[in-house]
């Protein structure tokens, strides 16, 4: 049987992943940007951005995106606040299918989380307990898809409906300068995310900042990228989170070094049956009880 400890860790890491993921969110210029008081990740330069524009530096950035199908990976997921926990997992993902999020322990799973174009779910196993979202509501609501989240998790920037053409992701966007940083601002008030790009050495996707009307806020960093079969992805991103009087300091490190691309993966919705439902407030209530 898992200690507390761990249920406490699942619990916290499933509500910092769904404070990103579920609806209800407004954009906001008043978040807080990101800062550095954490190393990145340094890999050589490819090309020098000195000269470039900010729209050049955007336009190049988009241009490296690849069209993928598959990928399966390692993850660790972290946690510093309210608690200092780790435990590592493996993910898959089908591109605009499925995502999995398998949380393992002793080679057994223990939790995770599963979202196709119907839904999203979050379980633990020591409670037999699971968070189910429809996908219509987060669609409807701020008209992120599948395939979206899908890009935010590996860190690349995304706009609904500009999957399969790179060259009219730039078109979604108001190109900003702030404090040296370029800001992408959805031209539509309906996308909540505000973007902020590094642009030296290179220009990489730095932060997402939102804010959830009414419940909190939170801020999406992500390390400077690797080059991959889908191109430039994040082998890291940071997640701080404010969930009411809750807030969460967490971490998803994938392990891109061993990724496996493109190998014709299957949905599988092969879910846990038998488990209680809960709704999605009274998970984040509950992180205040866990001591």
Not at 13 to 33: D, K
Not at 156 to 167: A, F, I, R
Request: proline share 6%.
């Amino acid at each position: 049987m898992l200690h507390r400890p761990t249920f406490q860790l699942l619990t916290i890491i499933i509500a910092a992943i769904a404070s990103c993921m579920l609806p209800s969110c407004r954009s906001s210029r008043n978040a807080s940007g990101p800062t550095n008081d954490r190393p990145a990740q340094t890999v050589p330069a490819q090309t020098s951005q000195a000269t470039a524009s900010p729209r050049e530096s955007v336009e190049t950035l988009f241009a490296s995106y690849r069209q993928w199908t598959d990928v399966s990976m390692p993850v660790k997921c972290v946690l510093r606040s309210p608690k200092s926990l780790s435990i590592s997992g493996k993910a898959s993902m089908i591109r605009g299918q499925e995502i999995r999020i398998s949380m393992r322990m002793l080679g057994f799973e223990v939790g995770g989380l599963y979202a196709d174009t119907d839904s999203i779910f979050f379980y633990e196993k020591l409670n037999r307990t699971m968070v189910v979202e429809s996908m219509a509501k987060l669609t409807a609501a701020t008209g992120l898809q599948l395939e979206d989240i899908q890009d935010i998790l590996l860190g690349q920037v995304t706009y609904p409906g500009s999957h399969s053409d790179n060259s009219s992701l730039i078109k979604r966007f108001n190109i900003e300068t702030e404090n040296n940083r370029i800001a992408l601002v959805p031209r539509k008030s309906s996308i909540p995310w505000l973007y902020y790009l590094a642009s030296s050495p290179d220009v990489s996707l730095e932060s997402l900042a939102i804010t959830l009307a009414g419940k909190g806020s939170a801020l999406c960093r992500w390390a400077y990228p690797l080059q991959t079969d889908a191109g430039p992805v994040s082998p890291s991103a940071d997640i701080t989170a404010t969930l009411g009087k809750q807030s969460v300091d967490a971490s998803f490190i994938w392990t891109l070094e061993t990724a496996s691309w493109n190998n014709g993966l299957t949905p599988q919705r092969n879910l846990p049956k038998g488990y209680r439902r809960i709704p999605f407030m009274q998970l984040v209530k509950s992180l205040g009880s866990n001591k």
